[in-house]
């Protein structure tokens, strides 16, 4: 942390936009340190370990709202650890000469296994709450930035979503000249905080932390420069961090005329996009769906077994006859009984909400697929 504090007050930028800031010490270090260059900055707290999410800027911060994605992997999955996470996006407004900037800054669940990729659902309903996010929350602003660690391949449905759904431009595929890693990566394998098998079917390594924008009104945004870090930072043996910085330069123009209020909704192409990930989302669905009648069934099974030992237990008071067990295996069994059904009771009502946000998405993209099917006939 140090040393990214030591290279953020060298480059002097206008905005900085940090995710996997878990510790709220780190954060008032780098506030600390950084308070004479970023007077301003924000820490989105969320979840039970924190979003990890902060913004430093030279200039005032007006506004700041935090939505918690409502889909975030599963709590009984503590090796991955996402749920405890709270992943969100956070907004910052701010206004620079004149212009009103809506900011935003997320972390998406991570993929884990792309051959058997159980967080796709999850993934997509997040990339989406985010696109809806964006479009309703943005409609004041002027300019529109999104950063933040995507977890997602340029190529990948949920990116080709986020996109096509908001209009944003990757800076990456616009800037107008690049430095860095090759192919924009930035979870490269000379990395040694990167786990290096995970990356065998990709040497280069992979593109998931994301600057994207786009103009609103009567304002023109073009990517002059990005540049990315490259492994160890200078002078050192280790780098700044597992994933490589990104870094962009922006040059912001008012044309004459306002800009179209069209969206790129309107591409056919979106249709695909969006049947894309609506089945994708359906699959995830019949998986929670499943798996919320497996753990229904058993928090019956171990009711019912409840029930039998109660039934045994009022037999023998009723001197009906003996105790059919001895007293501390009986005592075990009714533990493990309780213990089985709070727990595939707590499983069950986590996949009954799992199940409803899942439908809720699906139900918003069949409708966001009939409008898009809709407007051709409009024109």
Same mark, same amino acid.
């Given at each position: 942390?140090?040393?990214?504090?030591?290279?953020?007050?060298?480059?002097?930028?206008?905005?900085?936009?940090?995710?996997?800031?878990?510790?709220?010490?780190?954060?008032?270090?780098?506030?600390?340190?950084?308070?004479?260059?970023?007077?301003?900055?924000?820490?989105?707290?969320?979840?039970?370990?924190?979003?990890?999410?902060?913004?430093?800027?030279?200039?005032?911060?007006?506004?700041?709202?935090?939505?918690?994605?409502?889909?975030?992997?599963?709590?009984?999955?503590?090796?991955?650890?996402?749920?405890?996470?709270?992943?969100?996006?956070?907004?910052?407004?701010?206004?620079?000469?004149?212009?009103?900037?809506?900011?935003?800054?997320?972390?998406?669940?991570?993929?884990?296994?792309?051959?058997?990729?159980?967080?796709?659902?999850?993934?997509?309903?997040?990339?989406?709450?985010?696109?809806?996010?964006? +479009?309703?929350?943005?409609?004041?602003?002027?300019?529109? !930035?999104?950063?933040?660690?995507?977890?997602?391949?340029?190529?990948? =449905?949920?990116?080709?979503?986020? +996109?096509?759904?908001?209009?944003?431009?990757?800076?990456?595929?616009?800037?107008?000249?690049?430095?860095?890693?090759?192919?924009?990566?930035?979870?490269?394998?000379?990395?040694?905080?990167?786990?290096?098998?995970?990356?065998?079917?990709?040497?280069?390594?992979?593109?998931?932390?994301?600057?994207?924008?786009?103009?609103?009104?009567?304002?023109?945004?073009?990517?002059?420069?990005?540049?990315?870090?490259?492994?160890?930072?200078?002078?050192?043996?280790?780098?700044?961090?597992?994933?490589?910085?990104?870094?962009?330069?922006?040059?912001?123009?008012?044309?004459?005329?306002?800009?179209?209020?069209?969206?790129?909704?309107?591409?056919?192409?979106?249709?695909?996009?969006?049947?894309?990930?609506?089945?994708?989302?359906?699959?995830?669905?019949?998986?929670?769906? +499943?798996?919320?009648?497996?753990?229904?069934?058993?928090?019956?099974?171990?009711?019912? !077994?409840?029930?039998?030992?109660?039934?045994? =237990?009022?037999?023998?008071?009723?001197?009906?006859?003996?105790?059919?067990?001895?007293?501390?295996?009986?005592?075990?069994?009714?533990?493990?009984?309780?213990?089985?059904?709070?727990?595939?009771?707590?499983?069950?009502?986590?996949?009954?909400?799992?199940?409803?946000?899942?439908?809720?998405?699906?139900?918003?993209?069949?409708?966001?697929?009939?409008?898009?099917?809709?407007?051709?006939?409009?024109?």
């Amino acid at each position: 942390m140090r040393l990214i504090g030591d290279v953020l007050l060298q480059e002097r930028f206008d905005l900085i936009l940090l995710q996997e800031v878990w510790s709220e010490q780190d954060y008032s270090d780098l506030k600390a340190k950084l308070g004479g260059c970023y007077p301003f900055s924000h820490y989105f707290r969320s979840g039970v370990i924190g979003s990890g999410l902060c913004v430093f800027s030279r200039f005032t911060i007006l506004d700041t709202l935090l939505y918690q994605y409502s889909l975030n992997g599963y709590p009984y999955m503590l090796q991955h650890g996402d749920w405890f996470c709270g992943k969100s996006v956070g907004l910052v407004i701010i206004k620079i000469s004149g212009i009103i900037f809506n900011v935003y800054v997320t972390h998406l669940h991570a993929e884990y296994c792309r051959e058997k990729d159980a967080y796709l659902p999850h993934r997509l309903v997040q990339a989406w709450e985010l696109a809806q996010f964006i +479009r309703h929350t943005s409609k004041a602003a002027d300019v529109v !930035l999104l950063g933040g660690d995507l977890n997602m391949h340029p190529d990948d =449905v949920g990116i080709r979503l986020l +996109r096509g759904w908001t209009g944003l431009q990757d800076a990456f595929a616009e800037a107008k000249h690049f430095e860095g890693c090759k192919d924009g990566c930035t979870l490269i394998p000379n990395n040694c905080f990167t786990i290096k098998t995970e990356l065998l079917p990709f040497p280069l390594g992979i593109r998931i932390d994301y600057i994207l924008y786009k103009a609103i009104s009567s304002f023109v945004v073009k990517c002059e420069e990005l540049k990315t870090t490259t492994g160890s930072a200078p002078g050192r043996d280790i780098p700044f961090s597992d994933h490589e910085a990104v870094m962009a330069t922006l040059h912001i123009r008012r044309q004459r005329e306002a800009a179209s209020a069209t969206l790129s909704t309107a591409e056919p192409a979106l249709v695909d996009v969006v049947t894309e990930a609506r089945t994708e989302v359906g699959v995830g669905l019949r998986a929670a769906q +499943r798996q919320r009648y497996s753990t229904g069934r058993l928090a019956v099974l171990a009711l019912l !077994l409840l029930l039998l030992q109660a039934v045994a =237990v009022l037999g023998t008071l009723a001197g009906l006859g003996g105790q059919p067990f001895p007293k501390l295996s009986f005592s075990l069994l009714a533990f493990l009984a309780v213990a089985i059904l709070l727990l595939a009771t707590g499983l069950h009502l986590f996949h009954t909400i799992e199940v409803k946000m899942l439908q809720g998405t699906e139900e918003q993209m069949r409708m966001a697929l009939r409008v898009l099917q809709e407007q051709p006939s409009d024109g």
